[in-house]
């Protein structure tokens, strides 16, 4: 089993930044597949960003530009840094993983950016 924990949603005005982190408590380097995505209100949850062992990174459309995910072997750990955020950016962020062929999820963390 893989537990992943979230930090670094908050509040911001739109224009601004935020990164989110996302900790695994196994070694990242054994986890193929990473990424993010968010539930914004009165949506599903959808897409926003993968990126794989290899480093290959894929967007959604709606944050390509603006958003860069990564995974960092040396503290274990995957980012979303996203710039330029938009009021509807507003929602919550999971980090998700596959290993050994299983999905898991985060808990979630608010985003919320103010116009």
């Known amino acids: 089993q893989v537990q992943l924990v979230e930090s670094g949603g908050g509040l911001v005005q739109a224009g601004g930044s935020l990164r989110l982190s996302c900790a695994p408590s196994?070694?990242?380097?054994?986890?193929?597949?990473m990424g993010w995505y968010r539930q914004t209100p009165g949506n599903s949850r959808e897409w926003v960003a993968s990126?794989?062992?290899?480093?290959?990174?894929n967007y959604a459309d709606s944050v390509k530009g603006r958003f860069t995910i990564r995974r960092d072997n040396a503290d274990n750990n995957m980012y979303l840094q996203m710039n330029s955020l938009k009021p509807e950016d507003t929602g919550v962020y999971y980090c998700?993983?596959?290993?050994?062929?299983?999905?898991?999820w985060g808990q979630g963390t608010q985003v919320t950016v103010s116009s």
């Open positions: 998700t993983v596959v290993y050994r062929n299983r999905d898991y």
């Open positions: 196994r070694d990242i380097a054994v986890i193929r597949g």
């Open positions: 990126v794989v062992s290899g480093g290959a990174t």
